[in-house]
C-alpha cells in the first residue's frame, strides 16, 4: 500500500520560513518523479514544484520562484519543499504527490498517480 505522508506544516508570520517533508513507502521511490501542490480555500489546487527522479532537474511555479527549493533524499524516500519569504498569499494546505515516469515536468493534478492526505500552512501578515 501506497504511502505519502506530509508534515512541517504550521502557523508562521509573514517573512519567515518552514520546511515541509513528504515520506513515501510501498513504492520504489527512486522509480517516481515527485510534486508539491496547494489548495487554497475555494481554490483550486495548484502546481508549487516538482523533481525528476534523480532529483537531478526541478521545476518552479512562478509564484514561489527564489523562494521555494524542491529537493530529495532517495536514501530516506523523502521529498521535501523549504519555504523562505513566506507571504499571506501562500497560505494553503500543501500536498505532495508522486508519478511513476522517467520524465521530469510541472505536470497537472490529474497526471500523478499518489497523493499525501495534506499539510496545513497558514502565514499570518
Known amino acids: 500500500q501506497v504511502q505519502l505522508v506530509e508534515s512541517g506544516g504550521g502557523l508562521v508570520q509573514a517573512g519567515g520560513s518552514l520546511r515541509l517533508s513528504c515520506a513515501a513507502s510501498?513504492?520504489?521511490?527512486?522509480?517516481?518523479?515527485m510534486g508539491w501542490f496547494r489548495q487554497a480555500p475555494a481554490k483550486e489546487r495548484e502546481f508549487v514544484a516538482a523533481?525528476?527522479?534523480?532529483?537531478?532537474?526541478?521545476y518552479h511555479a512562478d509564484s514561489v520562484k527564489g523562494r521555494f527549493t524542491i529537493s530529495r533524499d532517495n536514501a530516506k524516500n523523502t521529498v521535501y519543499l523549504q519555504m523562505n519569504s513566506l507571504k499571506p498569499e501562500d497560505t494553503a494546505v500543501y500536498y505532495c504527490?508522486?508519478?511513476?515516469?522517467?520524465?521530469?515536468?510541472?505536470?497537472?493534478?490529474?497526471?500523478?498517480?499518489?497523493w499525501g492526505q495534506g499539510t496545513q500552512v497558514t502565514v499570518s501578515s
Open positions: 523533481i525528476t527522479r534523480s532529483g537531478g532537474i526541478t
Open positions: 510501498g513504492l520504489t521511490f527512486s522509480r517516481y518523479a
Open positions: 504527490a508522486a508519478r511513476r515516469t522517467i520524465s521530469g515536468g510541472s505536470w497537472p493534478p490529474s497526471l500523478y498517480d499518489y
